[in-house]
């Protein structure tokens, strides 16, 4: 598992206007055209930041949800973050029903709370949260939110992205901006953010951009994510103030100068930690193999923790601190890792990411914080070696779906450059199988499967390696597709660096694995966990189609049927071929014996919306092809 280390956006929630007398909350008044596809609406969002010349800000915030059904529940929980550079003067909440009532009298034990607003597998953390979490019993439901966060800001404006889930529409936002005349914030709009309204006094610059009626966001399959679909406008200072530093922020230099200042110092290390490590790698022969020693040193002797502490949870703990207690979060494990590296004269780079399968994608135009983790680039002759330091599994030199294929910010010589970390095509990330099958007459099988996995397609076997057996089963009948089989044994496997290889080997007797019908049975070509789910074509294609993973599936079955049985039909090779992959299926029977050969190329690109159709019609012949069955009949 990996662990992401939480960068607070502070006040990125929501911010308040005035509205003369009381709100009109009547669902009735919500446009049936927001309504569809919808399982919420925002009302109002209405957010005013304010900066000083001290760059101090205050950020004041008035939002409306209201909820059409249950599946929107957790929408109305409201969590605003602060730590020690910052403070909530107030927070505010009302509740209305469908007619506008104001019902909030109703929840008696509903009140504020404050939490940490970090997870259960952090340790440290200065960052707290105040917290409404209502339980709701009726729909539709409108709750409105009010609150004003004071802080001193360092090198982060709120980002503004007013919709923040699927099915969920928008009536009407408003964000302002108003910072002194000196100071010149950068902005970017990044999707359906028209261009802001700019007004001006004496001593202010005020910005304020308004969006209304925007329709819920229904996913559609091999959709973009849903953060590139919705409205989305960042904001940065022009200047970062911390402590002794004190500079312009213009570029991803500039940003990369004041990372680093704030990395500066923290690589020091007890003098026998030294001496082992040298010792320690005296005897490996090159580069490589010395940094893969000392990376696997830091696994076997470190585990992950959160330590959000300091500016933001953006500085890492000292090295000598990890070396002492055993643990760090990303920041540390890897500030740690470098430290290690440099005792024996390696030169590493701290390096900043968007993680998560799921993450948005960094706006390379817009130097800022975009980054919610860290790893470690350490240049090579060969190629650079990229080192994930949260996971104590990891093959060495492998990053995995969690931060391949990124743009990643890599601080070095004082500023910093983006680079994009390593792409797993179809040619890394492949699943190889090789099957053994022996049938008898009512069609039940022992079947003998062997499969080698590659890269990310590794990652599954490194969730269950270390489990106990019976939950090892559990996990492998989850996937394999038969509804009913008996496990005779089973076997997980995990190695290899760069490129991890997972093996799994297994012995099963599956009932009915071919249908018999009278004298004939019918044996299936592809097992079930190959199969291509299909998405329904029912309506016009309104985005884009992502393919997000490339892959590279080869498949070969050798079925012994039973004895008095003889072939009667076995179908003819298919070749299906497209721009989005290509699949080949071939039954051959030699000697008694039956031979199916399935192989599927899928290829990670983008595609005009125009293409779904084309891309639909692909997968649909692959899953007939996949359906495709040897027809034997009993010998009279």
Not at 579 to 590: D, S
Request: aromatic letters at 12%.
């Amino acid at each position: 598992m990996k662990f992401i280390f939480t960068l607070f956006v502070l006040f990125q929630f929501i911010s308040p206007a005035a509205i003369a007398g009381e709100p009109d909350y009547y669902v009735s008044q919500i446009p049936d055209s927001l309504k569809k596809n919808a399982n919420s609406v925002i009302r109002v969002y209405e957010t005013t930041f304010r900066v000083d010349a001290d760059y101090k800000a205050v950020n004041t915030v008035l939002y409306a949800i209201t909820l059409l059904n249950s599946r929107a529940l957790d929408e109305a929980e409201l969590r605003v973050i602060y730590d020690k550079h910052s403070s909530v003067n107030y927070l505010k909440f009302r509740i209305f029903n469908g007619s506008g009532e104001d019902i909030t009298h109703s929840f008696k034990t509903l009140e504020v709370t404050d939490e940490s607003a970090t997870p259960g597998g952090t340790l440290y953390s200065d960052s707290r949260c105040k917290v409404v979490s209502p339980l709701l019993a009726q729909y539709p439901v409108t709750i409105e939110y009010s609150f004003e966060v004071k802080s001193q800001v360092i090198f982060n404006y709120p980002a503004w992205s007013p919709i923040t889930a699927t099915n969920m529409s928008l009536q009407a936002a408003k964000f302002t901006l108003i910072t002194p005349k000196s100071q010149k914030p950068r902005i970017k709009a990044v999707y359906l953010v028209p261009e802001a309204t700019v007004s001006s006094d004496d001593q202010n610059n005020s910005y304020t951009w308004k969006i209304s009626n925007i329709k819920a966001i229904d996913i559609e399959p091999f959709s973009p994510p849903y953060y590139e679909l919705i409205p989305n406008l960042l904001i940065a200072p022009d200047h970062v103030s911390y402590d002794e530093y004190d500079d312009v922020f213009n570029t991803w230099m500039d940003f990369g100068k004041f990372l680093t200042y704030l990395i500066d110092g923290r690589d020091q290390l007890p003098a026998e930690t030294i001496l082992k490590v040298k010792e320690m790698v005296k005897d490996c022969p090159d580069k490589r193999s010395k940094v893969k020693k000392v990376y696997e040193y830091m696994q076997h002797r470190t585990r992950y923790v959160g330590v959000q502490i300091g500016i933001g949870g953006w500085q890492p703990i000292p090295a000598d601190y990890v070396d002492k207690k055993g643990y760090g979060d990303c920041k540390g494990l890897v500030n740690y890792t470098k430290a290690l590296l440099k005792t024996i004269g390696i030169e590493s780079y701290y390096t900043l990411v968007k993680a998560g399968n799921n993450s948005t994608p960094v706006i390379t135009d817009f130097p800022g914080n975009q980054f919610n983790h860290v790893i470690l680039c350490v240049p090579d002759n060969r190629d650079t070696i990229w080192l994930e330091c949260t996971s104590q599994l990891n093959a060495f030199g492998f990053l995995g779906s969690f931060t391949d294929n990124r743009i990643a910010l890599v601080l070095h010589d004082n500023g910093a450059s983006l680079v994009r970390t390593i792409v797993y095509d179809e040619n890394k990330n492949t699943s190889d199988r090789k099957i053994s099958i022996v049938l008898d007459e009512e069609g039940d099988a022992s079947v003998d499967v062997f499969t080698v996995n590659k890269a990310i397609q590794s990652e599954e076997i490194e969730d269950v390696i270390n489990e106990s057996p019976d939950d090892q089963r559990k996990d492998f009948l989850k996937h394999v597709g038969y509804s009913d089989c008996t496990i005779n044994s089973l076997k997980f496997t995990l190695n290899g660096d760069f490129i991890p290889v997972s093996s799994t080997q297994a012995t099963l007797f599956v009932p009915a694995y071919a249908s018999k019908s009278g004298n004939r049975i019918f044996i299936p070509l592809v097992t079930p966990d190959r199969f291509i789910a299909v998405p329904q074509n029912t309506v016009a294609r309104v985005n884009d189609v992502v393919i997000r993973k490339a892959f590279s599936d080869r498949d070969s079955i050798q079925i012994s049927p039973p004895a008095g049985f003889s072939s009667e039909f076995i179908p003819g090779k298919q070749v299906i071929e497209s721009k989005f992959g290509k699949y080949t299926l071939t039954v051959e029977l030699i000697g008694g014996q039956l031979y199916s050969y399935r192989s599927m190329v899928l290829y990670a690109d983008r595609y005009k919306a125009k293409d779904y159709s084309d891309f639909i019609a692909f997968l649909k012949k692959i899953s007939k092809a996949d359906q495709s069955k040897v027809v034997l009949a009993e010998q009279k």
